[in-house]
């Protein structure tokens, strides 16, 4: 399996025509049909099946299609890794975020970036945890931020902040507006991420230890459609702090959990086993501290 072959793959699912493809790569149709057909042959599995407009990945090919993806961004960056000093910093780097955390810091971030590397190409990409975790682990991106991933012996992971969680309602709960008991908490209506979300993980968790179960009305993964259903009255949501920041938001009541009280840690998750780049490393740190800088320096935590 060569390398060229595998950008060729890429280049062929992305415009979905061998025709395109040719074009665009300007060789022949017959070279990329040959290259297509010698990645299948060492696959055992077949990547594309055509139709009238061109072609479309099989089910294998969408997952070799990941892989691809990740291989090319890690020559990319073996690439850059190697080059001389004067252009260490230039090159590709791609970060992801949850919505939630982009909205609340990609505009300090961001501008922050293009300052000190103007060379470097950057990219942000936003999805929920999981995706975004997954895509770390694939090679797709050079790091990202979630709230408490699940610990990987392919996966570093640096805690930045630790965040207390809130109650967000329409109105405060009970007599003391800055904060409200978990038992209370449970009994609401809540509307809380599907499955394994870090944030649902904790309450349910948490409740379950007191003997208590969770009032789940809704499941919805997007905080800002959450924050609007809440803002309607139609329940209640957890969050930790940092979401509030945007001014644009629905205004909310927030009430800290406590007896006990909950947090959640914003951490950056980095492949375990990529090479050291230089434009990738002194980026992670910058986005470190400025994070840190960010929140509140009650909640930061040691680096």
């Known amino acids: 399996m060569e390398i060229t072959q595998i950008r060729h793959f890429v280049r062929i699912a992305e415009t979905g025509s061998y025709i395109k493809a040719a074009d665009l790569l300007d060789i022949g149709q017959s070279t990329l049909s040959r290259q297509v057909r010698a990645l299948e042959v060492e696959l055992r599995a077949s990547l594309f099946y055509r139709h009238g407009r061109g072609v479309l990945l099989t089910e294998a090919g969408k997952k ?53 590397y103007p060379r470097a190409s950057i990219s942000v990409v936003e999805g ?65 991420p599907h499955g394994n979300h870090s944030i649902r993980v904790a309450i349910e968790s948490a409740a379950a230890r007191l003997g208590l179960g969770v009032n789940l009305r809704l499941q919805v993964d997007s905080t800002y459609s959450t924050m609007e259903l809440v803002a309607q009255g139609m329940g209640y949501s957890i969050m930790p702090r940092l979401v509030g920041r945007d001014a644009t938001l ?37 986005v470190r501290t400025s994070l840190s800088d960010l929140l509140s320096p009650q909640a930061r935590v040691p680096a």
């Open 128 to 192: 929920l945890s999981g995706a975004l975790y997954d895509a770390v682990l694939l090679g797709q991106l050079d790091f990202a931020l979630l709230y408490n991933p699940a610990a990987s012996p392919n996966i570093r992971i640096t805690p930045i902040v630790s965040e207390p969680l809130y109650l967000i309602g329409a109105a405060p709960v009970g007599e003391d507006a800055q904060q409200v008991g978990l038992a209370e908490v449970a009994a609401l209506p809540l509307i809380l």
């Open 250 to 286: 629905p205004a909310l009541s927030w009430q800290r959990i406590e007896r006990p009280g909950l947090e959640t840690t914003l951490c950056m998750v980095m492949p375990g086993q990529q090479p050291s780049n230089p434009l990738v490393v002194a980026a992670a740190e910058e």
């Open 64 to 116: 070799f299609l990941e892989y691809a993806r990740g291989v090319l961004h890690l020559m990319d960056a073996a690439a850059i890794a190697v080059r001389d000093s004067e252009s260490a910093f230039s090159g590709q780097l791609a970060i992801g975020m949850t919505p939630s955390i982009g909205r609340a810091c990609i505009a300090t971030l961001l501008p922050r970036l293009v300052e000190l």
